[in-house]
């Protein structure tokens, strides 16, 4: 449960609401497959997302409403880390890290000092 590592890639991305999570992973798609971007929407309410692209699949998951770990488990959280050949985006990850991948990249994302500007730091984490 949660600490296994991922099949594919790992994504925690972590910052305040318009902080440009969503916004990251529409791009991130685009750039694989410009038809789907079009679908990348925030998973607030549906919690979770997932995109067939031409390379694998996306799963982009929303905790921010989320209560407990038992409500992530119900999302079939163990079977998507499981899955071979996907890219997972989890935002709000920081809510359930006992959850979280022991590979992952952690991306924080901030408002900067231009309401249109953002700032993303990444930090790769458990690579040994």
């Known amino acids: 449960m949660g600490k296994a590592d991922p099949a ?3 994504f925690a991305l972590i910052g305040p609401l318009g902080a440009g999570k969503t916004t990251y992973v529409r791009q991130w798609v685009r750039e694989r497959s410009p038809k789907k971007a079009r679908q990348v929407v925030s998973p ?3 919690l979770h997302a997932m995109y067939e692209l031409p390379k694998g699949v996306v799963h982009h998951l929303d905790w921010y409403r989320l209560k ?6 119900s999302l079939g959280w163990d079977d998507i880390l499981r899955e071979p050949h996907v ?3 989890v935002e709000w990850a920081d809510k359930f890290p ?3 991948p022991r590979r992952r990249t952690v991306m ?5 000092r231009r309401p249109d500007e953002r700032v993303i730091t990444v930090r790769k984490v458990g690579l040994r």
Do not use: K, M, P
Request: charged share 25%; proline share 0%; net charge negative.
């Open 108 to 112: 924080r994302f901030r408002h900067g």
């Open 8 to 10: 594919g890639e790992f």
């Open 68 to 73: 407990s770990e038992d409500e992530v488990l």
């Open 98 to 100: 006992s959850l979280l």
């Open 44 to 46: 607030t309410f549906i």
């Open 87 to 89: 890219a997972i985006f």
